[in-house]
């Protein structure tokens, strides 16, 4: 808590939440030019499917190299992106911070469903451009995942 936060820092922090917000509305409404534009043309996207490991699964360089990755989403019948808590420092129009998200992707199959839950946390860099704030680099770490049997 910081019982000093000036109007301006409040309104930086709330737009970075919304930042983070957005992104996971974009996934699960399969927008992913709107995902895209979250990002500086020159952002870094880093994925760790496994958080334990120093180094990323892979990682992707420019606004545009993103396309795959957002449209990978569609293979699901549906995804439910659920952010939770984060944190933020601020500094400037530059920031850090990291926010969970417990991420549900629902396959068929035929006749069987399965549901895909994953523990992620994003390690992120913020910049503000232009009076609007955007992901510069955004470091995926998935901490575990379960798939289990869904009814349909």
Known sequence: MNPTMTPDEAADRLAIR???DAYAHCADRRDASGQMALFTEDTAFHVFMDSRLSEPTYVLHGRSALAPVFADLNQ????????GQSTFRLDGDGATGESYCIAHHVSLDGEKRTLMIASIR???KFVKQDGTWLFAERKLMV??????SSAP
């Open 143 to 148: 901490d575990w995942t379960e798939t289990r």
């Open 18 to 20: 919304e930042l983070i």
């Open 76 to 83: 699901y019948q549906a995804t439910t992106h659920f952010n």
């Open 122 to 124: 994003y390690l992120d």
